[in-house]
């Protein structure tokens, strides 16, 4: 809700509160974000930072009628360059008159109906629009701060929108979405770092005065930076303390800037990267930025996780997949690569639906002379050879088999080998006499051309018609290079894609609204809340192993709900880096997010085909609160263990997903530990039933054996097919309030030890899934 009283604004959600007020000569002040708060008459001055600005220093007044207030000393909602602040800025303008010298104050404001960008995704459903109109009256430019509310979610979205109403031409250099001052609480800043299969590292630093950024460059939001990133004050932890974090909703080169300056406050501001970025306004034009997401929470990691969370399922993907269960597929690719044809693919749909799958997505080599990645890619005509019946054969085929059917696309590229190349060399994105560089045999068309937008609209829908498919996976496996221009500016090329394939995007979402599409980009290189507001789910990684996808995953937890994250089970050793982890571990990881299938399954030995048939059935019955419960990472004792938990919304069911790294001897933590179940309740705790392999015990299968046996012989391969050891039984039933503070001690782990049901055989990379049910009989 948004409160205003003379010239102080108040916005309010469920938990939090904004505050900022126009001073005496129109410069707007930012006074606060966080808590929930009341205002004793509007008044603020109790919020407000009282700068201590002596006589005689350097400092630049804005005008005589303010002599106490140099721009450089307070935090303000919004600051502009050349009038005292020497801090980053949101904006640069510049035109033929004042150069880059603008002034902006405040005009007026309204509340309204939240009305959508125009060519840039919105958020749907905010309660309230709040815009500031803030003017230069002498170079006659218009800054519009918009303000979306979301109540329940407690997030704030925020854009910039800049207008030229003179007669002079008006270059944008910058225009980030917003700017936050705060008053600095020794905060500790996380971004998310990565590069190919290796997306959504962690990183945590300790502010210092001076400004630290994180940006892409590549064209798309790009897994080297998510635009994703959190400030918390130093002691917050996962549960308890101050947390800010933030996120953008775009998907091309973005900027995140944090700079902390000698007077204490840090500024925080993100938004399109101005790198090679000139938008030219003419009289009555206007330019608008994307929506960046605010959000705060005192209740610590988990709190500003869960804003972020609800706000994406609610009001970022379409709404027509809000808490829409999410299908599990079997995707060919790590199963076949570009070798199959239609009766592989129905042995492996055969397969698939026996272990549970429910959809066949059919990726990368189903057109033209796709047999490889050096030919084909910007085609569309079904490779007769492959699928004999095309795709309506095979899609009738699978739909027999009681599988729904989905299709992998990359309608951004080309391979030069192509017809569409050959036909159309001048669509892709390439600079005027110069030969554009690849990558992966392949280059991006050019989408800031209309006909080169229709094309794919039209080759995109017309395969979707021809056949039965509920699922399209949308991939795209570059970077940008060689960048043009045609009839604009070159500073316009980067966010013309972008808007460009946004046009797409919309269009097929608006003319397909049941297919469920899902982003991918290499993986996570473009991973945004840009694409999620068109696909509700991407591939988070190319990269499967059962460890590996851990951090992953855990890094995309920060800002991205579980419904949003694409995760499929892979054989052992993994593709990508040959490590073997435990079937339990691959499925435990899988399951906390859109759980899927990448591999042959008649290739999984048979204690793995039996394990899978049985965790399948677990991951059905909970997948509702795996897909859309709320999700809380844990506290651990030491970095060898990760746990992560999702409850059902009325609490009583809990999920907890405990992992470990390397086995040790006599290890310290065996403890289950929750957050947010019902304090005066008792819980059942159990771990799903376990069934250890034979020969996980190696030589010791001597011990009970009558004569000595080879363990790895044919007698211990045979036993093994048929027979499986037992395994612990962990089970307790405690009150809530024991499972949030502290938790409880499991049995202890294999420590040289007999196995007995109150032994837990975790070895290296083992996982166990702890299932918590609220005792009925309470
Ligand atoms: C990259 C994707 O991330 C993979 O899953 C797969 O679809 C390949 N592209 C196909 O070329």
């Known amino acids: 809700m948004v409160k205003t009283q003379e010239n102080v604004f108040l916005i309010n959600t469920d938990n939090l509160s904004y505050v ?75 035109n033929e008159k004042f150069g880059y010298v603008f002034d902006f104050k405040f005009e007026k404001f309204e509340t309204r109906e939240p009305k959508p960008l125009e060519g840039l995704p919105t958020p749907h459903d905010a309660n309230e629009e709040l815009v500031l109109f803030l003017k230069d009256e002498k170079a006659n430019v218009v800054i519009e701060l918009h303000y979306l509310v979301f109540e329940k979610e407690n997030v704030i979205a925020r854009n910039v929108v800049v207008v030229n109403e003179s007669e002079l031409e008006l270059s944008i250099l910058k225009a980030l979405s917003y700017q936050l001052d705060l008053v600095n609480k020794e905060f500790e800043l996380t971004t998310l770092a990565g590069s190919w299969a290796s997306e959504m590292n962690q990183q945590t630093q300790l502010l210092v005065e001076g400004k630290y950024s994180i940006e892409s460059r590549t064209g798309f939001s790009s897994a080297r930076f998510n635009p994703f990133f959190m400030l918390k004050e130093r002691k917050a932890t996962l549960n308890y303390g101050e947390v800010y974090s933030f996120n953008l909703i775009y998907s091309g080169n973005h900027l995140e800037e944090i700079e902390l300056n000698h007077n204490s406050l840090v500024r925080v501001e993100a938004g399109i990267n101005p790198f090679c970025f000139d938008i030219k306004l003419q009289k009555g034009e206007k ?34 997949w809000n808490n829409t269960i999410r299908p599990v597929v079997i995707n060919n690719w790590e199963a076949t690569y570009f070798n199959f044809n239609e ?37 569309y005509s079904v490779n007769k050879k492959k699928l004999p019946g095309g795709l ?4 009738k085929k699978l739909h027999k088999k009681g599988l729904k059917f989905g299709l992998w696309f990359e309608p951004e590229s080309v391979n030069e080998d192509s017809d569409c190349f050959r036909a159309h060399p001048d669509w892709i994105i390439k600079c005027v006499d110069r030969k554009p560089s690849p990558s992966r045999n392949q280059f991006h068309l050019d989408l800031t051309k209309r006909e080169v937008q229709d094309y794919i609209i039209e080759n995109v829908s017309n395969t979707l018609k021809s056949a039965e498919i509920e699922f399209v996976k949308w991939d795209m496996n570059r970077n940008m290079s060689d960048i043009t221009f045609n009839d604009f500016e070159p500073g316009e090329f980067y966010h013309r894609y972008i808007l460009g394939l946004y046009r797409i995007l919309s269009e097929l979402t608006k003319m397909f609204p049941n297919v469920l599409f899902e982003g991918c980009a290499s993986g996570g290189n473009r991973f945004d809340l840009g694409i999620l507001s068109y696909f509700p789910q991407i591939w988070a990684s190319d990269d499967t192993d059962g460890l590996a996808r851990q951090v992953i995953q855990s890094g995309y937890y920060l800002g991205y709900p579980l419904s949003t994250i694409s995760a499929h089970v ?38 793995e085909q039996k394990r899978s048939l049985k965790l399948i059935e677990v991951y059905k019955k909970y997948r509702e609160i795996f897909q859309f ?29 405990y992992h470990l790294t390397i086995q040790k001897l006599l290890a310290p933590e065996g403890i289950i530990n929750t957050t947010g179940l019902l304090e005066d309740k008792k819980y059942k705790v159990g ?5 250890h392999n034979i020969k996980d015990f190696g030589g010791l299968v001597n011990i009970i054996t009558p004569f000595h046996v080879n363990p790895n012989g044919w007698l211990v391969n045979v036993l093994s097919k048929y027979k499986t050891m037992g395994g612990e039984k962990d089970n307790y039933t405690v009150y809530g309030n024991v499972l949030n503070n502290g938790g409880l001690i499991l049995n202890p782990e294999w420590s040289a030890s007999g196995l007995n049901d109150g032994v837990r055989v975790m070895k290296d990379f083992g996982s166990r899934l702890y299932v918590i049910e609220l005792d009925e009989t309470n």
Not at 350 to 376: I, M, P, Q, S, T
Not at 687 to 691: F, G, N, Q, S, T
């Open 629 to 657: 419960g709320d999700f809380y990472e844990l506290e651990t004792y030491s970095d060898n263990y990760r746990k992560w938990e999702v409850l059902s919304k009325d609490k009583k069911l809990c999920l907890v997903g």
């Open 392 to 395: 309506k054969g095979l899609s």
């Open 287 to 320: 330019f608008e930025t994307p929506y960046a997401v605010l959000t705060y929470s005192d209740k610590g990691i988990n709190g500003a996780r869960l804003n972020m969370h609800h706000f994406t399922n609610n009001h970022v993907i379409p709404s027509q």
């Open 20 to 94: 900022f007020h126009v001073d005496k000569i129109g410069l707007i002040l930012h006074d606060y974000f966080g808590n929930k708060i009341d205002l004793v008459d509007f008044d603020v001055h109790a919020l407000r930072v009282k700068p201590n600005v002596g006589k005689g220093t350097s400092s630049v007044y804005d005008s005589e009628k303010s002599p106490d207030l140099s721009m450089d000393a307070i935090p303000l909602e919004f600051s502009f360059p050349h009038k005292g602040d020497y801090r980053t800025t949101p904006i640069l303008l510049k």
């Open 343 to 379: 009766s592989k693919l129905l042995a492996l749909a055969k397969d698939a639906k026996k272990f549970g799958a429910e959809l066949l997505v059919l990726d990368d080599g189903w057109f033209g002379a796709r047999n490889h990645d050096r030919a084909g890619l910007g085609d």
């Open 687 to 691: 771990v799903v039933e376990l069934d």
């Open 570 to 607: 892979s054989s052992s050793p993994s593709h990508q880096l040959l490590r073997s982890t435990p079937i339990d571990t691959r499925f435990n990881v899988a399951m906390f997010g859109v759980l899927g299938f990448e591999l042959l399954f008649n290739e999984l030995n048979k204690y």
